[in-house]
């Protein structure tokens, strides 16, 4: 299996930018790479054999939204090779109006989908990756949740949430972002109005696209 890299269409701060600048590839793919997030598959850039692909059960279809991150475990748990290479060769447009455009529900495919992966054999590393990356999750969809708040003006119950966040997590943004929260509501909505706040990140999310099998 390979997948390559992807230059972004669309979506204010993405357009001309690749994919693996925002969810980069480093080192060896393995299952505890993949889920630590130090390597992001894009789907849509992904060619793998097809004795490889169902020797692993394809793509479920209970859970759509969290099966092509699993798929691409269960692949490098199986043993088989993945590499990846950072030449661009395709392009991928983000959507703010569908699935890719979405941060809360790309948040909520990335638990999605770690929580499956619970559910398969891994080590201690993987285990330990796993729990991290789910943890990491649960942050940035109550952060996701809170700039949905601010831009529908639910200011006070946005300051309830971000600051139940930095209470655990004191990041010194977080913590400016609060104190803006609280003294000046509306510039924070104006910002994130202007930055398209509803872009993806792509972490774990199952990035939909054509997928490729080779024959």
């Given at each position: 299996?390979?997948?390559?890299?992807?230059?972004?269409?669309?979506?204010?701060?993405?357009?001309?930018?690749?994919?693996?600048?925002?969810?980069?590839?480093?080192?060896?793919?393995?299952?505890?790479?993949?889920?630590?997030?130090?390597?992001?598959?894009?789907?849509?850039?992904?060619?793998?054999?097809?004795?490889?692909?169902?020797?692993?059960?394809?793509?479920?279809?209970?859970?759509?939204?969290?099966?092509?991150?699993?798929?691409?475990?269960?692949?490098?748990?199986?043993?088989?090779?993945?590499?990846?290479?950072?030449?661009?060769?395709?392009?991928?447009?983000?959507?703010?109006?569908?699935?890719?455009?979405?941060?809360?529900?790309?948040?909520?495919?990335?638990?999605?989908?770690?929580?499956?992966?619970?559910?398969?054999?891994?080590?201690?590393?993987?285990?330990?990756?796993?729990?991290?990356?789910?943890?990491?999750?649960?942050?940035?969809?109550?952060?996701?949740?809170?700039?949905?708040?601010?831009?529908?003006?639910?200011?006070?119950?946005?300051?309830?949430?971000?600051?139940?966040?930095?209470?655990?997590?004191?990041?010194?943004?977080?913590?400016?972002?609060?104190?803006?929260?609280?003294?000046?509501?509306?510039?924070v909505r104006r910002r994130l109005l202007g930055q398209g706040a509803s872009e993806n990140d792509g972490d774990h999310a199952a990035e939909p696209g054509p997928r490729q099998v080779v024959r």
């Open positions: 299996m390979v997948y390559a890299n992807a230059a972004l269409i669309d979506g204010p701060r993405r357009r001309g930018r690749t994919f693996m600048e925002l969810a980069p590839s480093r080192g060896v793919v393995s299952a505890e790479a993949l889920l630590a997030a130090r390597c992001n598959v894009i789907t849509s850039g992904t060619v793998i054999r097809r004795e490889v692909l169902m020797s692993v059960g394809a793509f479920p279809n209970r859970r759509a939204h969290a099966e092509d991150f699993n798929t691409w475990l269960r692949v490098a748990l199986s043993g088989a090779r993945i590499g990846y290479q950072r030449t661009v060769l395709l392009r991928h447009r983000i959507r703010l109006d569908g699935l890719t455009g979405d941060s809360v529900s790309s948040a909520q495919r990335a638990i999605q989908a770690l929580v499956d992966a619970a559910e398969m054999p891994l080590g201690r590393r993987e285990r330990q990756a796993r729990e991290r990356s789910l943890a990491r999750m649960h942050r940035r969809l109550r952060v996701e949740q809170v700039k949905g708040m601010v831009l529908s003006g639910e200011y006070a119950e946005a300051r309830r949430q971000l600051q139940a966040v930095v209470a655990r997590h004191p990041r010194p943004k977080w913590l400016a972002a609060l104190l803006v929260l609280y003294l000046r509501p509306g510039l």
